[in-house]
């Protein structure tokens, strides 16, 4: 995987993420627009991970830590790019990123029905609490 450069986001490329994640990422968020994504990289510029291949966006992860939990969101690969160890290399990033600021564990958000991302952070090691629920409400 020598040709794969993993960066962190700038400000310069929310619109191309925004635009990756509706080819790649399952689902949707209502923080997935110019101003979700300014927020998060102003807040923490290091939180949001790309992959690129020769130039070109082929995967992204957010890593986000507030100093008590370490989660792990938008693990999204472009699907002509899956099954080359993309996710793997992100995942791994992220752990080291958390890692390197102290986090003890990763709480990583998984679609339910989305079955390929559940043998993806099976192989990572990951497995699913049950006992916990996701509780949200819209601001």
Request: aromatic fraction near 8%.
């Amino acid at each position: 995987m020598s040709d794969l450069h993993i960066r962190h986001a700038h400000l310069s490329d929310i619109d191309a993420v925004l635009q990756f994640w509706r080819k790649a990422a399952e689902g949707t968020s209502i923080s997935d627009d110019h101003d979700g994504m300014t927020r998060l990289l102003t807040r923490d510029p290091e939180a949001l991970l790309l992959a690129e291949r020769d130039g070109a966006l082929v995967g992204t992860v957010i890593a986000g830590f507030d100093g008590w939990r370490c989660s792990a969101y938008r693990l999204a690969v472009h699907p002509d790019f899956r099954r080359q160890g993309i996710a793997t290399a992100l995942r791994e990033a992220a752990e080291q990123r958390f890692i390197a600021l102290g986090g003890r564990r990763v709480d990583a958000m998984v679609l339910e029905a989305n079955e390929q991302a559940h043998h993806a952070w099976t192989a990572g090691g990951y497995h699913r609490e049950d006992h916990w629920r996701r509780w949200v409400k819209p601001l």
